[in-house]
């Protein structure tokens, strides 16, 4: 089992659809072959590592290297190893910025300055260094936790753009529930003022505080609503918490406001039921996370 790899410079700049359509067919190709590694591209500079059987990743690169979309293609090393740096990417992949270069500690400058075949061929020792910051970042990319409702990518282009137009209405929903939002706001101002201006003047009854209590409920439902309409275009959440938390506000709510003389104990009592339920459930997913 050898390592190899190489630089080369794209012929022109790849737009992300290409780097896209160049990824999947590295990662289809490579599955075949059991062939692992990493693409890197950054100022159309390309680095590749490829791991795997000698005899698949040497024909690999033969291939790689008469292809017309690239040039100066330059062997940087061909190691025998006995493990693989990246065994679990039939290709993972980086586009590097700027900004990324320039965050990379150790690597920044050569990063910036020499990023390219010839660069990297009288750099051999930052091959080193560079695979282990690269096999970092994938394996954080792994563990961090990630739920995505309706990803923007997707294998099935049809899929993609029902993903896409649905982001759109959820965007669209969210910003009702923001206007909603401003009215209820106004709405608890207008309870408050009405209820202090009624006599006896500057006075809360029970009752009025209950009601008030209710437009400031009503208002925060309408926020926890809101997350819930925006989960769907976010990554770094699972919804299963906030919607509970929502749910075990809006009965809070009901609660509050119970006109208990003209309530049915069972009613009461189911109502009691949904609330430690939800509050169980709330628990359990807190303690879990």
């Known amino acids: 089992m050898i390592r190899l790899s190489y630089a080369s410079t794209a012929i022109k700049e790849f737009s992300p659809e290409n780097l896209l359509a160049l990824l999947k067919s590295c990662r289809t190709n490579n599955g075949v072959k059991n062939i692992t590694g990493i693409l890197l591209y950054s100022h159309d ?22 292809d017309k979309r690239h040039k100066d293609v330059t062997l940087i090393e061909k190691l025998p190893i006995t493990e693989r740096v990246f065994p679990y990417w039939s290709m993972g992949f980086e586009k590097l910025g700027s900004k990324e270069l320039s965050e990379m500690e150790g690597l920044n400058n050569f990063l910036e300055k020499d990023f390219t075949p010839a660069g990297f061929a009288a750099h051999k020792h930052i091959v080193g260094p560079l695979l282990a910051h690269l096999r970092s970042k994938l394996v954080k990319q792994v563990t961090v936790e990630s739920h995505e409702e309706l990803p923007m990518q997707h294998e099935d282009p049809f899929i993609q753009l029902l993903h896409r137009t649905i982001r759109l209405g959820v965007k669209f929903l969210a910003l009702l529930m923001v206007i909603v939002i401003l009215f209820g706001i106004i709405d608890v101002v207008y309870v408050i003022f009405e209820k202090i201006t009624q006599p006896p003047f500057m006075l809360l009854t029970i009752n009025d505080m209950l009601e008030t209590f209710g437009a400031f409920l009503a208002v925060l439902i309408a926020i926890e609503i809101f997350l819930n309409i925006t989960l769907y275009i976010r990554s770094d959440v699972i919804p299963v918490k906030l919607v509970v938390a929502t749910a075990l506000m809006a009965i809070s709510r009901k609660v509050i406001v119970f006109d208990y003389k003209h309530l049915p104990a069972e009613y ?8 430690v339920a939800l509050g169980i459930t709330y628990w359990l997913v807190q303690k879990k996370e």
Not at 48 to 63: K, M, R, Y
Not at 268 to 275: D, G, M, P, Y
């Open 268 to 275: 009461v009592s189911a109502s009691a039921l949904v609330l």
């Open 45 to 66: 500079t390309f680095f590749q590592v490829l791991e795997g059987d000698e005899a698949a990743v040497e024909s690999t690169f033969e291939s790689i290297k008469k």
